[in-house]
């Protein structure tokens, strides 16, 4: 396994942003929801997005211990 470039790193942290993004949008959807199948599928998409998050965090950890401790000069 190799260590992450800065692009992506850029790339993962991009998306997790996005993620949380979609998180914050279906809970509004699951709070203001007045239909009962809505609410349950914005609850169920947060789950999703939190699970994608959780992905994205342990990719970043698996390459944390290949990380350069000090910067690259090109």
Not at 6 to 35: C, P
Not at 42 to 62: D, E, R
């Amino acid at each position: 396994m190799q260590a992450l470039t800065g692009k992506e790193l850029e790339y993962l942290v991009d998306s997790i942003s996005n993620e949380d993004l979609l998180i914050k949008q279906n809970a509004v959807l699951a709070a203001s929801a007045t239909n009962p199948a809505l609410k349950q599928i914005g609850m169920h998409m947060i789950q999703t997005h939190q699970q994608h998050t959780q992905m994205l965090l342990h990719a970043i950890g698996q390459h944390q211990q290949l990380a350069p401790t000090q910067p690259q000069s090109h």
